[in-house]
């Protein structure tokens, strides 16, 4: 029995990349050979699971680091995972760096600098590569046929190369697909960047496929290379991912941030309370304008009509006034949050059953326009959340975990800048919603423009990844309102409380539908 026990125990190890020495094999078998066989399988894999998650100098794994992975599988951490709603800050997100070599995700335990060295810049790029040349190379498109299956009934495969595969061509190379990142290296011409080095681009006869192509978004790439000039015939985004089958590669790492080191969908636990609660609406409404008389009533209208039945959540994003008011922007945002205490408690029902989230928008109090941009601070808050004890004022990005569900909630007018920045505009200028959506979902990132048009702290890129996709994204721009479904995840607009009509989205986790909703202008 241990010696068959033994054989799987290595095989496993083997399977994900590792190695045990002698004493720690013992260890191990000595340990499972109590646990019935059913079971068995489940704890070799959680225990390798604990393992890969330790910041490992080598692939030989001894019994110190065993036992230590051992003793954090019977923790179990129940405590943590079974939280049903948690909010979880931008700049508290776990970080994880790709090992092209062991083909995993690994925890990156170093503290970010907010404004960090220049090294971080040029990380921020190449962390942005890697996600996005390991997922398309993982795509059937690109993996190699299958030895021994039929050709008839094979799709035409394809193959990535690099940059430096053109470069140190002096022939005249046809059909090569590239995967790159479009930047402007001499005024008016375009090069095609990866880590492997740069190549002038010729767009004159480029076919431009849907979406909105800035410079520092990554493309794949087809033309033909002559005369060190990589001449385009297409240009199309990187295949997107399900969440599912990231997660089917990578397990159950919390990418997405929370108190727990395993992803909230692995939890039967959390899946039971999701179902029981029919009743779960989350309302999303973006620019309220504290200050403006006429938005003060609309809103009042809102909370009554929600007073009856409370919203599990709602989510209000900046901006807070209408204008900025220069040295008396904090006293007005102080005053306008207390007449808003104000009129929630007037609904005791919501004040006690909801929950109140703040997001900033750009005129807001903070740190100037960098993403990601932190909470509005205390001292303008203070009182308010003294009143309501189920506010919570948090950063821009922010992300919200609701029992197994993942909603990622975005506060900045980015659709227009993303068209303003396009290479070339889309011809059907109808879809560009469609063509933005398909943007954001491709590069597995919420604001794919260069650092100079919507600059980003370096050191913190994690928090504008959306990879694995969540359950919804919510893009809180004044653009008009749209809804739509891209490789299982939703991603909605809420456009402009203020200056759309009073409209806002209603969000019912249960059944995964988005509600349009608008307060009548009477």
């Known amino acids: 029995m241990s010696a068959k026990l033994k054989s799987v125990v290595l095989s496993t190890f083997k399977m994900n990349g590792l190695s045990l020495r002698s004493e720690a094999t013992k260890y191990l078998v000595d340990i499972l050979t109590p646990v019935n066989e059913v079971d068995r399988a489940e704890w070799i894999d959680k225990i390798v699971e604990a393992i890969q998650k330790q910041p490992l100098s080598s692939s030989l794994i001894d019994k110190t680091i065993l036992e230590s992975a051992v003793e954090e599988c019977n923790d179990g951490g129940e405590e943590d995972n079974e939280k049903a709603f948690v909010v979880v800050d931008a700049f508290t997100l776990p970080r994880f760096n790709y090992n092209v070599e062991r083909k995993k995700f690994l925890s990156d ?48 495969k394809f193959q990535l190369k690099p940059v430096e595969f053109l470069l140190g061509s002096t022939a005249k190379l046809g059909e090569i697909i590239v995967l790159g990142m479009i930047t402007q290296l001499k005024e008016g011409k375009y090069f095609l960047e990866d880590p492997t080095g740069a190549v002038q ?158 997001i900033p928008g750009p005129q807001d109090p903070g740190p100037g326009n960098i ?37 990622v909630v975005f506060r900045e007018d980015i659709v227009m800048k993303m068209c303003r920045n396009c290479i070339r505009f889309p011809e059907d200028s109808t879809e560009i919603p469609n063509h933005f959506v398909k943007t954001v979902i491709s590069q597995a990132h919420l604001c794919p423009l260069p650092l100079h048009v919507s600059p980003i702290y370096w050191a913190f890129d994690n928090a504008m990844r959306v990879y694995p ?7 809180a721009d004044k653009y008009d309102p749209f809804t739509i479904k891209s490789v299982n995840c939703n991603c909605t607009n809420t456009g402009s409380f203020s200056k759309g009509g009073f409209s806002f989205k209603v969000y019912y986790p249960q059944s995964r539908e988005i509600e349009d909703s608008k307060i009548d202008m009477d």
């Not at 190699?144 to 035409?156: A, F, L």
């Not at 009182?383 to 922010?398: K, S």
């Not at 996709?469 to 893009?475: A, K, N, R, T």
């Open 201 to 358: 681009l010729d767009l004159s006869k480029a076919q431009f496929h849907s979406g909105l192509f800035t410079e520092n978004c990554f493309v794949l790439a087809e033309g033909w290379y002559e005369d060190q000039v990589f001449h385009i015939n297409a240009f199309g985004f990187p295949p997107p991912e399900p969440a599912e089958t990231t997660r089917s590669y990578f397990g159950n790492l919390n990418f997405f941030g929370g108190p727990s080191d395993t992803c909230a969908k692995a939890s039967s636990k959390l899946l039971s309370i999701e179902q029981e609660n029919e009743d779960a609406m989350f309302v999303f409404v973006s620019e309220i304008w504290l200050d403006v008389v006429e938005v003060r009533e609309k809103l009042n209208t809102l909370l009554l009509g929600y007073s009856e039945m409370p919203p599990t959540c709602f989510v209000f994003c900046g901006n807070y006034t209408s204008k900025p008011y220069g040295k008396l922007h904090v006293k007005t945002l102080k005053d306008s949050f207390q007449v808003l205490a104000d009129m929630i408690n007037q609904f005791p029902s919501l004040l006690e059953n909801s929950r109140f989230i703040f």
């Open 371 to 407: 993403l990601p941009r932190p909470a509005i601070p205390d001292c303008v808050t203070e009182e308010f959340r003294r009143r309501v004890p189920n506010a919570m004022f948090t950063t821009n990005p922010c992300r919200i975990q609701y029992c197994t569900q993942e909603i």
């Open 469 to 475: 996709l969540p359950d919804l994204i919510v893009f």
């Open 109 to 156: 335990s170093s503290a970010p600098i907010l404004h960090a060295g220049a090294d971080a810049k040029s990380t921020l790029f190449r962390d942005r590569y890697t996600i996005l040349h390991q997922r398309t190379s993982r795509h059937s498109l690109f993996t190699p046929p299958v030895p021994g299956s039929s050709t008839g009934t094979q799709t035409k």
